[in-house]
């Protein structure tokens, strides 16, 4: 018996004398996406067919611009254009404001008269009166 406690107390003393592998934990990287980068190019011609669809319903318009409002991005003037357009083949005039009130209230403030100064030709085109037109801006 004395034997078996006097095996039993060196194996417990190698065991705290070994020195034990010391473990990392692992760092973490995260794949966001296993698809290619997409260019600036083909992301907006990518939206610009979304929006410029023959057969988009509201619903599509909405999602869509609900998605690119996601990104927290301004769409460039030419993305818009295609939106107001899918609007006014919607007969949609809350939705083509509610566009442009987006735009305004988006993350980048200082872009908004740039926009509007591009999509004037487009706004005067449709007939679509921006928010500061119809005095809505200011509630």
């Known amino acids: 018996m ?3 406690v006097f095996r039993l107390s060196a194996t417990g003393a190698r065991s705290l004398a070994r020195s034990r592998p010391c473990y990392t934990a692992p760092l ?6 296993h698809g290619k980068v997409e260019s600036d190019e083909e992301f907006d011609a ?3 067919t979304y929006f410029s669809k023959p057969d988009i319903d509201a619903w599509e318009l909405r ?6 409002i996601g990104y927290d991005l301004v769409p460039e003037a030419k993305i818009l254009d295609s ?4 609007c ?3 007969d949609d005039l809350a939705s083509a404001i509610r566009i442009l009130e987006a735009d305004k209230a988006g993350p980048y403030k200082e872009i ?5 100064q591009e999509l004037k030709p487009t706004l005067s085109e449709l007939g679509i009166s921006t928010p500061e037109e119809l005095g ?4």
């Not at 809505?136 to 509630?139: A, E």
């Open 46 to 48: 990518r939206w610009i």
């Open 2 to 4: 004395f034997r078996a």
């Open 136 to 139: 809505i801006d200011t509630l």
């Open 112 to 116: 908004y008269p740039y926009l509007i």
């Open 88 to 90: 006014r083949r919607l």
């Open 83 to 86: 939106a107001l357009r899918a």
């Open 28 to 33: 973490a990287s995260r794949c966001y996406s």
């Open 63 to 68: 999602k869509g611009m609900n998605t690119l």
